[in-house]
Nanobody, 123 residues
Framework: QVQLVESGGGLVQAGGSLRLSCAASGRTSSYAMGWFRQAPGKERDFVAAINWSGSHTDYAESVQGRFTISRDNAKNTVYLQMNSLKPEDTAVYYC?????????????????WGQGTQVTVSS
C-alpha cells in the first residue's frame, strides 16, 4: 500500500514561487507520478507527470514553461516547482502515483492519491 503526503502549499503573491513536495511511503521508484489540481467548483485537472526514471515529463499547456516536475527515487519524493504563479493557479494540488511506469495524464490511471495541499495566489 502506498501513501502520499503533500506539503509546501501556502499563500503567495502573483509572480511568486512555491515548491510542492510529495513524500511516498512504500516503494514508488517504478511508478509514474503526477500532480493534479482542483479549483473551487471545478473538476480536478492534470498539471504535470513524470515517468518512473524521471527521463520523461509532461505538462498541461496552462503551466508549460512555469512549472517543473522532478523526482528523487532515493527519497521516494516528487516535487513540483511552481514559478511565475498566477491567481488562476489557485487550487488544491494533489499528488498521485500510477503503477504504470510510463507517463499518464489521465486521473483514472492513477492508483494512489494524497490528501492535497492548498495553493493560493493573490493578485
Amino acid at each position: 500500500q502506498v501513501q502520499l503526503v503533500e506539503s509546501g502549499g501556502g499563500l503567495v503573491q502573483a509572480g511568486g514561487s512555491l515548491r510542492l513536495s510529495c513524500a511516498a511511503s512504500g516503494r514508488t521508484s517504478s511508478y509514474a507520478m503526477g500532480w493534479f489540481r482542483q479549483a473551487p467548483g471545478k473538476e480536478r485537472d492534470f498539471v504535470a507527470a513524470i515517468n518512473w526514471s524521471g527521463s520523461h515529463t509532461d505538462y498541461a499547456e496552462s503551466v508549460q514553461g512555469r512549472f517543473t516536475i522532478s523526482r528523487d527515487n532515493a527519497k521516494n519524493t516528487v516535487y513540483l516547482q511552481m514559478n511565475s504563479l498566477k491567481p488562476e493557479d489557485t487550487a488544491v494540488y494533489y499528488c498521485a502515483a500510477s503503477r504504470y511506469s510510463l507517463i499518464t495524464t489521465l486521473g483514472p490511471e492513477y492508483d494512489y492519491w494524497g490528501q492535497g495541499t492548498q495553493v493560493t495566489v493573490s493578485s
